[in-house]
């Protein structure tokens, strides 16, 4: 299924042109399909077939509450990093039992709402927080349900900000920590021991690092049960890489044949958190050109969105595809496409072959994740509307903000 496509010429979301989009709504605006939303979660979930599985989205890489809503009608659990993720959860009519809560910070605060919530489990990160943990759940007399989020010394080979199953990184605990942990974590009296927990990076493009974890996991699961501690759950987090230009994808079917082969018949439930891989691709940035400025060393298209709206290309030097919404037959030259933010790394993409005219509507591709969710108000940029697009149908998903709510919280000297 194609999500975007040429209609006459016109590029559109599902059947609606973004040209109408761009007219309703304005510009910058994130334009999201829900067809592709279901598609990819279907094709994620179906790949497990009818072994006992959970996918828990991972809310981090777009919370819109229409996104998360869209995907707890399909019956998917959610990953969160935060109180406020929850709540997001919450309010999207998702299921605090199909939660599953991970990070290296969480508060008290927190630990004490998802409690009360009745989350499924907490991916704990280190023996300082399975302490914590122990300790909240006492003072509102419950046990929490956990998980250790092991750190399986494994490389994969994706953008060193996003790598985070290595040694070094703040992630998880110990490889040879975790036996002695799990002990300790069985011995407390308001902890429960569920499951293990996994996520070695995001965007990676081979199967290997994901087969290399599982194979280190298992053998602690395995450890473990002759132990006597047996867990129910395995949590393999997320990390499926997306194609945004032209990079290898693996496909849910390869990657849960090989995890399934792995797992055998230990009776596991498996659990994963998929972010990138059900919305990546998913949504767009439409954007419009206000400025064209030809230099005798560049060319700059200057458009009206910008860094605060997709931090990628400048935090991790992420190529986005950009498509003219109308295509010209005009000759082309190569433009860096460039926001009006005050700095030389606001750019959102470079050296790209287009026929370009000022008022021009461009498609950044590819913005269905951690494009929004990573937005800002740098320069008192409000943040750009979101659309969801079902069929033929827009919905205004988010309002764009207006500059006055950006001071609303802020107040003078007396
Ligand atoms: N589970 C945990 C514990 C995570 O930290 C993450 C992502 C995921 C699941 C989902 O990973 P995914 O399936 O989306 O790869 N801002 C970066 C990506 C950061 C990912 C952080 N953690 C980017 O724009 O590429």
Not at 307 to 322: E, F, I, K, S, T
Not at 376 to 391: I, L
Request: glycine residues 8%; contains cysteine.
């Amino acid at each position: 299924m194609t999500a975007f496509d040429y209609r006459d010429g016109e590029l559109a979301a599902e059947e609606v042109p973004l040209a109408e989009i761009a007219a309703r709504f304005g510009t910058p605006c994130f334009v999201y399909s829900r067809a592709a939303i279901e598609s990819a979660f279907r094709r994620f979930d179906s790949a497990f077939g009818i072994r006992d599985h959970l996918v828990c989205y991972a809310v981090k890489a777009n919370a819109n509450l229409a996104v998360l809503n869209i995907l707890a009608r399909l019956g998917s659990g959610f990953d969160v990093v935060s109180g406020g993720e929850l709540l997001r959860v919450i309010a999207a009519g998702g299921d605090a039992a199909k939660v599953v809560f991970s990070g290296v910070g969480k508060s008290e605060a927190e630990m004490r709402q998802a409690l009360e919530r009745g989350i499924r489990c907490f991916n704990v990160e280190s023996a300082s927080e399975l302490d914590r943990l122990d300790a909240v759940a006492g003072r509102v007399g419950m046990r929490a349900p956990v998980s250790l989020r092991v750190n399986p010394d494994v490389d994969a080979k994706t953008h060193p900000y996003i790598s985070t199953g290595l040694r070094e990184n703040k992630f998880g605990i110990a490889f040879d920590d975790a036996l002695a942990l799990y002990r300790h974590a069985a011995s407390r009296s308001h902890i429960s021991v569920r499951g293990i927990d996994l996520h070695i990076g995001s965007q990676i493009e081979g199967l290997a690092p994901h087969v290399e974890s599982a194979q280190k996991a298992l053998v602690l699961v395995d450890r473990l049960a002759a132990d006597g501690i047996r867990l129910e759950h395995i949590d393999f987090g997320g990390g499926l890489g997306i194609r945004y230009r032209d990079e290898e994808t693996v496909d849910p079917y390869e990657y849960a044949f090989a995890i399934l082969r792995l797992v055998g018949n230990r009776p596991l439930q498996l659990i994963f958190e998929p972010g990138r891989f059900l919305v990546g691709n998913a949504g767009l940035l439409l954007t419009r050109v206000e400025y064209l400025k030809r230099g005798t060393e560049r060319n700059f298209a200057i458009v009206d969105a910008a860094m605060n709206d997709l931090l990628r290309p400048a935090l991790y030097d992420a190529w986005h595809g950009v498509c003219a919404v109308r295509a010209r037959p005009t000759p082309s030259r190569l433009w860096q496409i460039v926001g009006p933010v005050c700095e030389s790394a606001d750019f959102l993409a470079r050296d790209r072959d287009l026929a370009l005219e000022e008022g021009d509507l461009l498609a950044i591709l590819s913005a269905g994740a951690y494009a929004m969710s990573m937005s800002s108000n740098y320069n008192s940029r409000p943040r750009a509307a979101e659309v969801v697009v079902d069929g033929k149908s827009a919905h205004l998903v988010r309002h764009r903000e207006t500059p006055e709510e950006l001071f609303e919280r802020e107040s003078l000297l007396p």
